[in-house]
């Protein structure tokens, strides 16, 4: 079992951790958002024998959503490796692995599918180092895809982060550009606790999904770090503070830039982790602007969004900042595209949100 | 003590017999103490929440012996996940006795500094856990063997359930999926015919569990009579298998579960519950060993003595150990400085 000081000689199988820059210069190199994380993933493997990645179709077919493309010819079937589709037994079997110093990166496909595999999860997964006092550590990334947009229905299309930072144990990072999808999948393969790392599968940049702009950008070539825990200003502004996080981040700032133009200057905070939340920062750019409008691609009832309206009331810094949100609102996402695009946080809705703000 | 040295009729000498009973003796000793202690301060209004030991308790009197006999093939390298019933398999398996009570009796001396309970024991020393949620100790039994297998060792990983968790997807998919990959494990199903209060019949659509195994292509082996040795014999070719890269063995034990479900369990659904102490394992077995001329009767006493010595050491130390600090209680969820 991976271990602390209670008895440092079987925690021999950790590899030291090189020290990495953190939040490099982006550079002029510009790849999408699922390339950035295959770079991750190919370099921390390089770097450390005991990391390597198994779940659904990583192989040969490289992730269903590219997270995992070409890593299969890199690193051979050995530590890259296809399971059959029995979610319990290999989340298990990462969880098991980890325990023993392993450092395996899990992808169970769509997050939707959690519910199959949920107990070895928020039981197991991100627990043990709670219930053995700290002794037994399980340095694990979980990797799944969320989001909607396409039409894929009720059970493909969920959000859900707010579910796992719900439930204490596990770090959960949601990357939205290139640059953060590559700095954070390096920190949490580095991390010694469990790490839920969700990404949109909007952002990635996929060549037969409608793609933003923004799901290509510059990312160094050398490793690095971004904190888990630490969010961005995605964009400066004066008059409203939009606190979002993944696809949403790309809506936001292309909504910002139109109402630029009308004089109308949008703060855009990247919350990049969801566990731990960047308080502070959310407190910040409330006392700074004001106004603050969160948008949430996850259901707004019990999630994210109340607890930044918590975390905002609490504050004295933020208490009295008007506050709206643009989030699902607690329906199964539907199919039918006009349907679906009626509930997810679009940029006609998040436009709509900040003149209401603004116009308040 | 005195042992003959006559060899039993399973090959096992004269003194590997005697130390499969210490070891069943050990265990009960243990349980009979936790038993005692549990019970004491919850009168007159039983609370289950009071008392030096509170909370649920799930005792393991009757399943020593297929603790004793899977355990006496492993070293403390080898893994071993476990039920919410765990106490015979984490002694049998070597656990520090007084890390072990102190985690029981929630002191920061625990394994688990008082955060776990019994039926949360995380010990790297001997690769042991457990799970409360049935089956679902399995899967990461996987993981263990994954790693041992990985790095070219021949450590294996002992995965037990009760015979109701076979009925989870957990057991099914990790049956495959060791197969599949021929993992170095040891499936394990104690079968002491109660899932809580419902029995096996009306729970499980075959007579043993053993037979699964032929869907997942591993060999399942059934052994009736909580025999220690039957079960020593049976384990020993499974572990045997496991460790020479041939795959997991699923090895089912009929066993006798001689107390409640919980500590507070009247077991009133239970119509042989009038029986259960004939079928106590540990007096057949030191029986049979007297009549073998394996044991002088007389040793046993002493045995009996020396367990229930180093238990009442292991309670003391707990009972003395600090209780953990309130304004602790938020401490590693998450590894602290990383």
Redesign the interface.
Known sequence: MSVTAQNPAAAGAHAPSPVLPVEPEAGTRRLNTAKALQEAIGSQMEANPEVFVMGEDVGAYGGIFSSTTGLLDRFGPQRVIDTPISETAFIGLGIGAAVEGMRPIVELMFVDFFGVCMDQIYNHMAKIHYESGGNVRVPMVLMTATGGGYSDGAQHSQSLWGTFAHLPGMKVVVPSTPYDAKGLMTAAIQSDDPVVYMFHKGVMGLPWMAKNKRSIGAVPEQDYIVPIGKARVAREGTDVSIVTLSLSVHHSLDVAEKLEGEGISVEVLDLRSVVPLDREAIVATAAKTGRVIVVDEDYQSFGLSGEIAATLAENAASRGAAFSRVCVPDVPIPYARDLEYAVLPTPARIEAAVRAAVAG | MTIQHAAAPTGLAAAERVELLRTMILIRAFEEAILRDYHADKKPAWDIGAGLIPGEMHLSAGQEPVAAGICAHLTAND?V?ATHRPHHLAIAHGMDLNRLAAEIYGRET????????HM?L????T?F?C???IA?G???????????Q?RGTDRV?VAVTGEGAANQ??FH??L??AA?WKLPVVFVVEDNDWGISVPRKASTSVASNADRAAGYGMPGVRVEGNDVEAIHAAAGEAVARARSGQGPTLLEVHTLRLWGHFEGDAQGYRPELAEVPEHDPIPAYIKALTDDGALDASAVDGYRAEAVQKVEDALAFAKSSPTPKPEEAL??????G?
């Open positions: 893994a996940t625990g394994l688990g500094r008082g955060r776990g309970g949360h995380f010990d790297p020393d690769h856990s799970s409360g949620i679902e399995y899967p990461p039994a996987l993981g263990q063997a994954f790693a041992f990985r990983a997807g957990g998919e990790s495959n999926l599949l401490r590693y969820v998450f590894v602290e990383a």
